[in-house]
């Protein structure tokens, strides 16, 4: 299922390389499709059995947060 992931926290093209690297190898299920710097969102194509807090905690270690999923 594809889905938005809205991020807080990114600043510049290394922090969207970073959490696309991050997404793709630390997490089992998701696959980043895009990552806007301007917009400050994922999308992601993600199993619905994925771990959600997983996501979460890979995503605030990076020092990003996740402010909302549509």
Same mark, same amino acid.
């Given at each position: 299922? $594809?889905?938005?992931?809205?991020?807080?926290?990114?600043?510049?093209?290394?922090?969207?390389?970073?959490?696309?690297?991050?997404?793709?190898?630390?997490?089992?299920?998701?696959?980043?499709?895009?990552?806007? +710097? *301007?917009? $400050?969102?994922?999308?992601?194509?993600?199993?619905?059995? +994925?771990d959600?807090?997983?996501?979460?905690?890979?995503?605030? *270690?990076?020092?990003? *947060?996740?402010?909302?999923?549509?």
């Open positions: 299922m $594809k889905k938005k992931l809205l991020i807080d926290g990114m600043s510049c093209n290394h922090c969207v390389n970073h959490l696309k690297t991050a997404l793709t190898e630390d997490i089992e299920g998701i696959n980043v499709i895009e990552v806007s +710097l *301007e917009e $400050k969102y994922a999308l992601v194509d993600m199993d619905e059995n +994925l959600m807090n997983k996501l979460n905690s890979v995503i605030e *270690e990076l020092g990003f *947060e996740i402010k909302g999923i549509e």
